[in-house]
């Protein structure tokens, strides 16, 4: 069974920064891409940033150049540096991984969710 834990949410005033972290754990074979995104209240859950397995990042144009997504392949983890925050950055922010896993016959790719954490974006 795979897991993604999320943690590094928090309150944090205008301007400031946060790292959120997310480790997979379980039984993997490899990890693909790995992403973040996050969902306001009473908003759609947005792509905020996508890094692939190679390290090539890419970003949704709100948070390019604030935002640095990261991965640490050895610990199964993927980063989120969010610099200059904004209100409208608040939101439940979750991850997500493609994995390869093992099947008794075949290996196979499924799609993980961590749970989230919030991200409060105030004065």
């Known amino acids: 069974q795979v897991q993604l834990v999320e943690s590094g949410g928090g309150l944090v005033q205008p301007g400031g920064s946060l790292r959120l972290s997310c480790a997979a754990s379980g039984s993997i074979l490899s990890i693909n891409d790995m992403s973040w995104y996050r969902q306001a209240p009473g908003k759609e859950r947005e792509l905020v940033a996508t890094i692939t397995s190679g390290g090539t990042p890419n970003y949704a144009d709100s948070v390019k150049g604030r935002f640095t997504i990261s991965r640490d392949n050895a610990k199964n983890t993927v980063y989120l540096q969010m610099n200059s925050l904004k209100p409208e950055d608040t939101a439940d922010y979750y991850c997500?991984?493609?994995?390869?896993?093992?099947?008794?016959?075949?290996?196979?790719?499924?799609?993980?969710w961590g749970t989230g954490t919030l991200v409060t974006v105030s004065s």
């Open positions: 997500n991984a493609e994995i390869e896993l093992a099947g008794p016959s075949y290996n196979y790719l499924m799609i993980y």
